[in-house]
């Protein structure tokens, strides 16, 4: 009954639509990717402004808007966005990141009638740039599918900054490049994505500015879903853009000094829109929302979170609270420069804006939780509130059987929705967190890890301190104890016992996508998808894209591609030796003479630590091996030809070993020399071909 009683009270607030006289022409949500929470120049919660960022955009626009102190996402990307476009908790929609594999069915559900939709409803013309991360199995998960009316941007969850290269598990190769417009593959990638995405934004703001000035004003509104790759992994900034550490760190560690960088590129890319809305006297009718889709990483990519605990990936303040704010000169002169410290999630952008244009935020769907939104804009309203409407915030929940254990959920049980088990695809097995009251937090779990502290020059190039989990359950008081150093467990028995009881209760709602476009189970392979997306970069140069997999009809197909070149073949040397007969696909450089020659013969010269040397005539090898050890194998480089120093061609691979007696054979595998062996034998060594039906060639 009480479960039932707060979606009543819930809806009602959903459908007090906004009183304003008119909604705002321009509305923009910009979500920055992987955003530390002390990566910013103006102080905002426990946090002073961190004096070696150069952000005076996003300082300028908080100080002319409104802070928001308690503003709450997932700890990680995909089920962060997938909220936000579908006005539920991420519990109720989808918990991993496993669309980064494209034909998986995770992200947003088809089903679900996506935010740009009910702005269309409105009258908003749509857009989308950046990162999708909600889906891409077949062409109706594509964003222009799904209610956007025009769309650049990238479909997984991340990717070179420089080069929009990704890869894929479906086997298109690392190099494939994800970057797509529309229905089609773009022609944009090979330039930096903070350049790219920015100006593809001015471009639309320019076209619709450009478009009032040809219709009826009043008629003509635009929402524009931005989401930033800066300041995601890997880290690469341009050079130009690149600033020394403050000088009172002495410390001037490379991948802060990176991050800062591609966090300045973003500050600057958000100077030039808000610059051109200005410009194009748009900027009284703009209303734009601002927020870190998690937490920054621990580690060395060059985020802090100082001083909040935890990072990306946990349930931590650090991992869940985010930067955020909303601005623009839509918002009332009596709220500007406020600080705003009521609860708010992510999810609550959908009611929120729903009622703000005049639509109804209600997506009734069976067999799907409905919408989880609330609407915050009256208490925004209301300068420095210090409440809302939400209260209570299941933060995510994963049951494993070690977590029975400790917690007493149970992993076979179903939810309402038939749900059940670890959601999170591996990412998170076990953990799981509950905000209750507006005032604590419940915390289960190992956290991945990542439940340290961070100091105010972080990364710095020290280790770590060890992190300290909630296996048993943790209790944080996080209005008195922000930074969650006060574990209240065994202070607070009992109301951690009816913290544990709400959050298992809570889980009974539990859902996780897994809907396919129905009939779309006609998937192509990866050698077919290479084949099919092929287009060209910003340079005119011929690359392979990654897209949809699956479909309710396959599209024209280019031909198969010839099958590869034939495997090497044996043949006998004079001294009777099995050797490697010359193949179109070994690259010649690893060729040794004809079977004939003596050549072939390799002298074990020494063995320097983890290094093995052999020599011939006219070769020298070094196989490298690493400590790693990975399915029975070491991970480890062969090179060939190396100089002095130890560089040369190299091919990396899996390096299997065996040992009979005075018989060590080694073989590179999974390596542009695939199916190439060095065998080792009584100190002398030949270079032989493997068989198809075993590891290791007989000597």
């Known amino acids: 009954k009480k479960m039932a009683l707060k979606l009543v009270v819930y809806g009602a607030l959903l459908l007090n639509v906004c009183a304003a006289t008119a909604p705002p022409k321009v509305i923009i949500m910009m979500l920055a990717d992987d955003y530390g929470y002390y990566n910013v120049g103006f102080d905002h919660g426990p946090a002073k402004a961190n004096p070696e960022m150069r952000t005076p955009n996003l300082d300028k626009l908080v100080s002319e808007g409104i802070l928001l102190d308690r503003h709450y996402v997932y700890k990680y990307c995909s089920p962060t966005r997938s909220s936000l476009m579908s006005g539920r908790l991420p519990v109720h929609v989808n918990q991993n990141n496993l669309c980064n594999d494209i034909e998986s069915t995770s992200g947003i559900d088809l089903r679900i009638t996506m935010l740009p939709q009910k702005m269309k409803e409105a009258g908003y013309t749509t857009s989308f740039v950046g990162k999708w991360h909600g889906g891409a199995r077949s062409p109706a998960n594509l964003p222009i599918n799904r209610g956007f009316d025009n769309h650049l941007g990238f479909l997984k969850g991340g990717e070179d900054h420089w080069t929009q290269g990704s890869g894929s598990v479906n086997g298109e190769g690392p190099g494939t490049i994800d970057l797509w417009e529309g229905h089609h593959l773009s022609n944009q990638s090979g330039q930096y994505s903070g350049f790219l995405y920015t100006h593809r934004a001015l471009s639309v703001i320019q076209n619709f500015s450009n478009d009032r000035l ?47 960088c591609m966090a300045r590129i973003l500050d600057d890319g958000i100077g030039n829109i808000t610059s051109l809305l200005a410009k194009q006297n748009l900027w009284q009718d703009t209303l734009i929302v601002f927020s870190a889709d998690n937490g920054g990483w621990v580690g060395n990519t060059g985020s802090n979170n100082y001083p909040l605990r935890g990072s990306k990936v946990s349930d931590f303040e650090g991992g869940v609270r985010a930067v955020a704010f909303v601005t623009g000169g839509f918002l009332p002169t009596s709220v500007q420069g406020s600080v705003h410290t009521g609860f708010i999630h992510v999810s609550d952008w959908y009611g929120t804006l729903c009622n703000l244009v005049g639509v109804s935020p209600e997506d009734n769907i069976t067999g799907i939780p409905h919408v989880d939104s609330i609407d915050v804009w009256p208490s925004l309203m209301t300068r420095n509130a210090n409440s809302t409407p939400r209260t209570d915030i299941l933060l995510s929940y994963s049951c494993t059987p070690d977590m029975a254990n400790y917690s007493g959920c149970d992993p076979k049980a179903t939810s309402l929705y038939n749900t059940s088990g670890d959601p999170t695809g591996g990412q998170a097995p076990g953990d799981m967190a509950l905000i209750s009251m507006a005032q604590y937090k419940i915390i289960y779990g190992n956290q991945q890890g990542r439940g340290i502290w961070f100091g105010p020059v972080y990364p710095n190039g020290t280790k770590d301190q060890p992190s300290y989990p909630c296996l048993e359950g943790c209790l944080f008081d996080i209005i008195a104890d922000p930074t969650e150093h ?162 040369g061609p190299s091919h990396q691979g899996f390096i299997l070993s065996q040992s009979s007696g005075n018989s060590t054979q080694v073989q590179l595998k999974s390596s542009l020399c695939d199916g190439m062996c060095l065998g080792i034998k009584d100190g002398v060594g030949h270079l032989v071909a493997c068989s198809a039906d075993s590891y290791f060639v007989r000597m």
């Open 486 to 647: 006060n574990n209240l467990k065994d202070k607070m028995p009992e109301l951690f016992k009816k913290l544990t009881a709400q959050l298992l209760q809570e889980a009974k709602t539990l859902y996780q996508t897994a809907y396919a476009e129905p009939g779309a189970n006609l998937c192509i392979s990866g050698d077919q998808a290479r084949s099919l997306y092929t287009g060209v970069d910003v340079n005119g140069n011929v690359k392979h894209f990654l897209g949809p997999m699956c479909f309710t009809e396959l599209p024209p197909l280019p031909p198969t591609p010839p099958p590869p070149p034939p495997a090497p073949t044996f043949a006998l040397s004079t001294d009777g030796k099995e050797c490697l007969q010359g193949s179109s696909h070994i690259k010649s450089s690893l060729m040794l003479a004809p079977c004939e020659a003596e050549a072939h013969h390799w002298t074990m010269q020494s063995v320097q630590g983890s290094s093995w040397l052999a020599w011939s005539p006219d070769m020298f090898v070094k196989v490298n091996l690493t400590d790693a050890i990975q399915g029975g194998c070491n991970r480890g480089t062969v090179y060939v030809n190396p100089d002095e120093g130890g560089s």
């Open 214 to 260: 040809n219709q009826e004003a009043d008629s003509n509104k635009l929402f524009m879903y931005l989401a930033w790759h800066n300041t995601h992994t890997p880290l690469e900034c341009p050079e130009e853009f690149m600033y020394p550490a403050d000088p009172t760190y002495n410390n001037t560690f490379q991948a802060r000094l990176t991050y800062n």
